[in-house]
């Protein structure tokens, strides 16, 4: 069985509404190692490389400063909006992970959204 840590970026099958079919995406970690050990779910956040998440990021969204370093192919950006849990067995691989500065990024943009 695969381990997954927080900051992981994995690669989710997302199945598409009405369930007729569906697309690989990248996906980045965000529940704690101690939370998702214990349970068939990941808490994530998907990636998009939609260029205008990119160059115009609204709130909750998180452009990657190093996102080549992770193995995406195009500047991608982390959607803090979009969080959701998703079962281990949909998960492809695992790309590789964020770098802190990143991560921390993303962790103070979830603090903001949950007002934790």
Known sequence: MTT????DVVVVNVVFT????????????????????????????PISSQPRF?????????PLKRWKAV???HPSTV??????AVEKKII???LGAVHADDLLAVEQGLRAALQL
């Open 18 to 45: 009405g369930q007729a079919g569906g697309k690989a995406r990248p996906a980045l970690v965000v529940s704690a190692d101690s939370f998702h050990k214990k349970i068939t779910d990941l808490v994530v956040c």
């Open 4 to 7: 997954y840590r927080r900051g």
């Open 54 to 62: 990119f160059t115009r990021p609204g709130t909750g969204d998180h």
């Open 79 to 84: 959607r803090i909006s979009n969080i959701v």
């Open 71 to 73: 193995g995406l192919h």
């Open 92 to 94: 492809k691989r695992v």
